[in-house]
């Protein structure tokens, strides 16, 4: 794989992998500026191989710039790249169903909320979590109320790998008022199950 080598190179491997696997046709990332680019050059392949579309939304133009030559530099042309507030950016990103979020950027819990996820379902994924973790990250305090989340995993690979499988029909629609449903989480802590009636 061309992300051999890389810093993080079993992040961007595993990511491409569940892109590739969940035959993702929009594949959106957060990048912060001096991060490495495995985990993009990763998800770009994943991008070619489903026949799909790659963006990666940074915070400014010295951001775009630094991003823009290291993916060249790696021989990767083909993603687009979005600049601005997340609100912004996500609002013309419809239909997102894989989601990378790097929690060292300051924005990354408002590029998760605002994500026009696919009414399909979608795949969200936190990278560089391990501090996240530590701090009580929440999948359910971040999403939009009603998101159908289905199932979470956290992978300790690299510096820590949230994950969050939301459902069909989930993403931004709001629940019409329908039955609701026990929610099983555990504790990564202390290793106690919680179940609560959404």
Not at 35 to 49: E, N, W
Request: net charge positive; glycine share 12%.
């Amino acid at each position: 794989m061309q992300c051999e080598g890389f810093k993080e190179s079993s992040v961007a491997e595993l990511l491409s992998a569940m892109a590739a696997g969940w035959n993702a046709k929009l594949i959106v990332e957060s990048w912060s500026k001096a991060g490495p680019i495995a985990t993009s050059i990763g998800l770009a392949v994943a991008a070619k191989h489903t026949c799909g579309r790659h963006v990666c939304v940074v915070p400014d133009e010295g951001s775009r710039s630094e991003y823009v030559k290291a993916m060249h530099g790696a021989g990767m042309r083909e993603t687009e790249v979005l600049v601005g507030e997340a609100e912004e950016v996500m609002a013309g990103l419809v239909g997102v169903d894989f989601l990378v979020a790097d929690c060292r950027r300051r924005d990354f819990v408002r590029v998760l909320r605002f994500a026009k996820l696919s009414h399909k379902g979608a795949v969200l994924a936190c990278k560089n979590a391990f501090q996240q973790s530590v701090s009580g990250f929440k999948w359910h305090g971040v999403l939009e109320r009603g998101t159908r989340v289905v199932k979470t995993a956290y992978l300790p690979v690299g510096q820590g790998l949230d994950m969050a499988h939301i459902g069909s029909n989930g993403g931004n629609e709001r629940s019409k008022g329908g039955p609701s449903r026990w929610i099983k989480h555990i504790d990564r802590k202390s290793g106690e199950e919680h179940v609560f009636r959404e």
